[in-house]
Every structure is written in C-alpha cells, then in structure tokens.
C-alpha cells in the first residue's frame, strides 16, 4: 500500500466513507465531498475496471464508457500490480449478486 496515503486524516475519510448506510446516502455525502466530474471519473474507472476484467478490449472499453486509452491503460496497470482493491470489491459484488439470484 502507498505509504503516503496513510495519514490520520485518510484514515478519518475512509472511516466517514465505512459509516455510510446505502446508496442514498453515498449520493449525499459523496456529492459533498467530490464534484460531479470527479464522482464520474471515479465511477468511469470502476467501470472499466470490470470491464477490463470481463476480458473487453480497449477499443470495446473505449466505446462503452468514454474512457481514453490512456485511462483504460492506467486502470489496467492497477489491476495487474495492485493492492488487490478491485479484486477485493468485485468479489464482494460477485457474491452478492449470486445471493440475490438465489
């Protein structure tokens, strides 16, 4: 993890971020927090990341969602050498999904 990422007042976002209840109330806070371009950015990336892990090329990504090369590419590279973040998120939704199936 990036060391320089981890300062008290990260810490107290993430936190803020964890106390949150439901979508709606993401909206509120996250609407506060970011602006509209950023709140798209973020969902943007999140997008191709899926996509990305789909198997989609960067054209079909491209296409999809607006994303530069240059943005699908960055994505990528956090895919491959992360944190493992996206893995642990979608996994999460992945399961999720399934129990709403069942």
Known sequence: MNKKLHKPSVDRFFDAVLCLEDRDE???FFEDVCTVNE????AQRFEVAGMLRSGKTYLEISEATGASTATISRVNRSLVYSNDGYQIVFGR??????????
Do not use: A, G, V
Not at 39 to 42: A, P, T, V, Y
Not at 93 to 102: G, P, R, S
């Open 39 to 42: 709140i798209l950015s973020l």
């Open 93 to 102: 939704l992945d399961e999720k999904e399934k129990e709403q199936q069942d």
């Open 26 to 28: 993401c909206y509120q």
